[in-house]
């Protein structure tokens, strides 16, 4: 499966954004039964943990964006989004979606495809 992140710019901190995450590709059609992780990283920082959903839905948020972050997804249509709102300038980074069969795990390991990421850039 393929993954493309968009929608990611450039917003003042309090706003918000909603990126999306595409999968095509020849096992696109099994997009709900994988698990999809939203990662980020930014100037200078390695690739960090977000926030990820289950093939039930199950969702599990990074403590430093829970509360301001919502992960969905819309299986027939084989897009996940993340919504981000209250953006702070700490957010700014490159922001990476990734597919893989488990049940929702934190480990940016247990992701095998990964798609071309968006940047996403919040001023003060």
């Known amino acids: 499966v393929q993954l493309q992140a968009s929608g990611g710019g450039s917003v003042q901190a309090g706003g918000s954004l909603r990126i999306s995450c595409d999968a095509s590709?020849?096992?696109?059609?099994?997009?709900?039964?994988?698990?999809i992780v939203w990662a980020r990283q930014g100037p200078g920082k390695e690739r960090e943990f977000v926030a990820t959903?289950?093939?039930?839905?199950?969702?599990t948020y990074a403590s430093s964006v829970n509360g301001r972050f919502t992960l969905s997804r819309d299986n027939a249509n084989r897009r996940a989004y993340l919504q981000m709102n209250r953006l702070k300038p700490e957010d700014t980074a490159v922001y990476f979606c990734?597919?893989?069969?488990?049940?929702?795990?934190?480990?940016?390991?247990?992701?095998?495809?990964w798609g071309q990421g968006t940047q996403v850039t919040v001023s003060s």
């Open positions: 590709g020849r096992n696109a059609p099994n997009f709900g039964g994988y698990a």
């Open positions: 990734a597919a893989g069969v488990n049940l929702g795990s934190r480990n940016l390991g247990d992701y095998f495809y």
């Open positions: 959903i289950n093939a039930r839905d199950g969702t």
